[in-house]
């Protein structure tokens, strides 16, 4: 089947993150992060399971670029341990830190794999947070742009595409308003005050990027969020779900796009809400080069008087099957989602960063898993971009989350997104058949994805279940 519904330069990847895979967190110099410290805490992580081993992947990093070549990737997305590289997060860098990701980038390029390296992927050096109160403080920004200097200069010359930082939403939204996550705190003010570093951190990262001489690729800041269906059709609800997605994707993406927060958080977070000097918001508009989306679910809203300062309440249709997360598997919001960011942000090349599925998966005798499961949801959501292209949303690339079975976070190891198993106790891997899939989606620029996806790539066949969306 002749596919014209990704151009042929479209870029296939996977993707992961330091403390997800790389274990050795005492060796060759790395100091602690928040996260080593959060999983030290005795019931914070699922069986109590921490960065060490993960996938010993500080070790086993040549066979695992191995694999990726066996599944066929044309890129990686990695990121860089900020405390391998600089232990007490500022000051003295540690060569040896620096030298395994000169060395995993060599080894990528060789292979013929393009990296897009993310500088911080939620792992702060504990030091910052215990001396500083880590991103709280007004300094952040400033450390984070010399740690982020000290990574270009190291390793821009073969590095083209950068994101500051992962998901700046789940950092304030597990780190600091519920807390299920490092650095565990439960503080709405200091939140909304953490989030607002993150923002300004990223800005300086990139003014950074862009005056190096090696900063002639491009750099985004990587966002999670969901497409939020009103609840009913109701004008109130439909207020209401786009107060979500403002109060959501808009948060993180409003400011390094526009310079400023969404006017809905200023008008309802008041105080809460910290304001950007006229300089950071100069430097701020126009800092990403492209759209970073990490996209897992979408959700509905219901119009919610009194309901928190947003007055909305989200909740997940149960009409819609979910994955291992509880997350409810939604392409059609994906294909919505897109559209909405491709109007609000104009102009802007879109990567899809991270997409993809926790399965229950089991693996059989020989340790291969026959994750049927996670195929359909990766070809439905392949599907939904392909939609999304044809509706003029410039998608340029797609990073599967995740390459192999991780820590995830305080679900520990418990949940697996691999395309490849990893077995926590032997460290053999195997690859899925996801693996095998992607590797024929990947010679067949998308088109075997195309075939079997159920959900429809023509959007006519899908408007039925977006009525109530459909102008927005
Ligand atoms: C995202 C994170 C990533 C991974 C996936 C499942 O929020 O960026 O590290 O845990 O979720």
Request: glycine share 10%.
């Amino acid at each position: 089947m002749a596919n014209t519904q990704f151009p042929s330069d479209f870029l296939w990847g996977a993707a992961t993150a330091a403390f997800q895979i790389e274990g050795a967190t005492t060796r060759d110099g790395r100091a602690p992060s928040i996260w080593d410290v959060f999983c030290a805490t005795p019931g914070k992580t699922k069986r109590g399971d921490t960065g060490e081993p993960a996938c010993d992947h500080y070790r086993r990093w040549k066979g695992d670029i191995e694999l990726m070549r066996e599944v066929g990737l044309q890129a990686y997305r990695l990121s860089v341990s900020w405390p391998r590289v600089m232990p007490s997060g500022r000051g003295d860098v540690n060569p040896a830190g620096l030298d395994f990701y000169d060395r995993l980038i060599d080894g990528l390029i060789d292979a013929g794999i393009a990296p897009m390296v993310t500088l911080y992927h939620w792992d702060l050096p504990a030091a910052l947070q215990m001396e500083m109160g880590g991103w709280i403080h007004p300094d952040m920004p400033k450390l984070f742009a010399d740690y982020a200097q000290v990574i270009y200069d190291r390793l821009a010359d073969r590095v083209k595409m950068w994101i500051t930082i992962n998901e700046p939403w789940c950092c304030v939204d597990g780190g600091y308003f519920h807390g299920g996550h490092a650095p565990g705190i439960r503080d709405r003010r200091l939140g909304y005050l953490a989030g607002h570093n993150l923002i300004r951190a990223h800005a300086y990262a990139v003014q950074r990027y862009r005056a190096h001489e090696n900063g002639k690729g491009k750099i985004s800041f990587a966002l999670n969020t969901t497409f939020s269906y009103p609840a009913s059709d109701t004008p109130e609800d439909a207020a209401a779900a786009e107060r979500a997605m403002l109060d959501f994707g808009g948060w993180f993406t409003d400011p390094p796009h526009f310079g400023d927060y969404p006017a809905v958080m200023r008008e309802r977070l008041g105080d809460m809400l910290p304001e950007f000097s006229a300089q950071d918001a100069a430097l701020l508009r126009g800092s990403m080069d492209y759209l970073a989306l990490n996209y897992y679910l979408s959700d509905t809203v219901r119009h919610a008087p009194g309901v928190g300062h947003m007055e909305i309440e989200r909740s997940f249709d149960p009409a819609y099957e979910k994955t291992q997360m509880g997350w409810p598997i939604v392409p059609d919001g994906f294909f919505r989602l897109l559209k909405w960011l491709n109007s609000r942000y104009q102009g802007l090349p879109v990567y899809i960063t991270e997409n993809g599925a926790a399965c229950d998966d089991k693996p059989d005798a020989g340790g291969f898993v026959d994750d049927q499961d996670r195929i359909a949801y990766l070809a439905d959501h392949l599907a939904a971009i392909a939609a999304a292209r044809r509706e003029g949303v410039d998608v340029r690339g797609y990073y599967v989350w995740s390459l192999m079975d991780n820590l995830e976070w305080s679900e520990g190891l418990s949940k697996r997104f691999g395309i490849i198993r990893c077995d926590p106790q032997s460290q053999e891997r195997t690859i899925k058949a996801s693996g095998h899939w992607y590797r024929e989606v990947i010679n067949g620029n998308g088109a075997p994805a195309l075939a079997r996806a159920t959900w429809k790539t023509d959007p006519a066949d899908n408007r039925a279940k977006a009525l109530a969306t459909e102008d927005r």
